[in-house]
């Protein structure tokens, strides 16, 4: 069965870079999420999309933004990288429209910054 | 301040004997659970989740069990395979806030061939 697909599966930046961060959701998921997650922490959760528009926003920083195009795939745009941005991000997708329900996660990518 | 605690950091337990995986939470609001599992390297995986109208889901060799008055759920595993070994998460959602999961901090299982 199709699953979460994230690009890249790694990434190197540099300080005060810019980092694109891709996440195509299974197929006919209408909501996608993103998590961060920091060595030895638990998943935190950045922000969500349901149906192309936000629906729950968490402990994203000011630097980071995100969009869920007509396709349902979705971005995590950071700029200005710091250094404890170095992290596992990861995408998750439901099929549950605007309510709880279990969320398929992604493989990750991991982004380190220089 | 976690919400979601798995209090265990990690378990051992014998190929065939039962994997009991516990979680406790401390918003009562909460009323859908569910586990994952992560290897290194991985996305977590879905095991299988719980709303606060059960207390009881089973699949296969998986069961979580709810007690909504202690304001904790467990995973069993029955029997324990050495494949089981791996990181497992808790997480929990609340409906009045839409999409947002907490997470415990994970409890890591070997299952012991």
């Known amino acids: 069965a199709a699953g979460v697909i994230q690009s890249p599966r790694h990434l190197i930046k540099e300080k005060r870079e810019t980092a694109t961060l891709k996440c195509y959701p299974i197929p006919r998921h209408d909501t996608v999420y993103w998590y961060q997650q920091g060595p030895g922490q638990d998943p935190q959760f950045l922000i969500s999309f349901y149906e192309k528009m936000q629906s729950d926003k968490g402990s994203i920083p000011d630097r980071f933004s995100a969009q869920q195009f007509s396709d349902y795939h979705s971005e995590l745009n950071m700029s200005s990288l710091e250094l404890g941005d170095s992290a596992l991000y990861f995408c998750?997708?439901?099929?549950?429209?605007?309510?709880?329900?279990?969320?398929?996660f992604g493989p990750g990518t991991r982004l380190l910054v220089l | 301040d976690q919400q979601v605690k798995q209090n265990s950091p990690s378990l051992s337990v014998q190929e065939g004997r039962i994997s009991i995986l516990n979680c406790d939470y401390t918003n009562s609001m909460f009323d859908y659970f569910l586990w994952y599992k992560k290897y290194p390297a991985e996305g977590p995986t879905f095991l299988i989740s719980?709303?606060?109208?059960?207390d009881k889901n089973e699949d296969g060799r998986f069961t979580v069990f709810l007690n909504k008055s202690a304001k904790h759920l467990s995973l069993h595993i029955v029997p324990s395979q050495p494949g089981d070994s791996a990181v497992y998460f808790c997480?929990?959602?609340?409906?009045?806030?839409?999409?947002?999961?907490?997470f415990g901090t994970g409890t890591s299982l070997t299952v012991i061939p």
């Open positions: 997480a929990a959602s609340a409906s009045y806030t839409g999409n947002q999961f907490y």
């Open positions: 998750a997708s439901s099929g549950v429209g605007g309510g709880a329900g279990a969320q398929y």
């Open positions: 719980i709303s606060s109208i059960k």
